[in-house]
């Protein structure tokens, strides 16, 4: 598996290496438009995939971007709407946050996710509030309105082991409960 995803490619506009063999370029869409300029814009993805139902296993990517449509109002056949893709209509937050969900379930502990945001419709405070998570570090006042933010997934803290003075007193407490409430060590 590629170690890199973008389940949200779109045309792949930022990409400086829109090739790259080691990303896998996902996206809902498959199509190209001619746009009103006359220029043509290419949206294929080495995947067709749904952001908020990714297939596949958890912790599998190592670096995950999240570029996912940001306009809720955009004419279906506008360049905005061709260019970027377009929210739904009907549940937009709880899109963003079933697809930030999902993004974070396949990514790796000790993996980054980029995400990139621009706040034309939602404010990035309110986009944020449904991830639940802060991200790490980004540019807070662009002089645009896009966002670009950095999340770090930690590891899972190893489970506590139990220190021996535990376990002794775990021991006692099982053995003679009634000696040690006599003593005020334990009501």
Known sequence: MKPILDPCCGSRKFYFQKDAPFV???DLR??????????ILEVHPDQQMDVT??????DSF?????DPPHLKWAGAKSYMAQSYGTLPKDDPLGFLSR???ECWRVLKPEGTLIFKWSQKDFPIHVVLRAFGRQPLFGNRQPKSQTFWMVFFKQ????PRSEHPDEITARKYI??????????????
Do not use: H, N
């Open 24 to 26: 896998l370029y996902g």
């Open 30 to 39: 498959d199509e190209s438009y001619v746009q009103c300029d006359g220029r």
């Open 53 to 58: 139902q990714l297939p596949f296993p958890d």
């Open 62 to 66: 190592a670096l995950v971007v999240f």
């Open 99 to 101: 697809g930030f969900k």
């Open 155 to 158: 590891k899972e803290p190893e």
């Open 174 to 187: 099982e053995r003679d409960p009634e000696t040690l409430k006599s003593l005020g060590i334990f009501d």
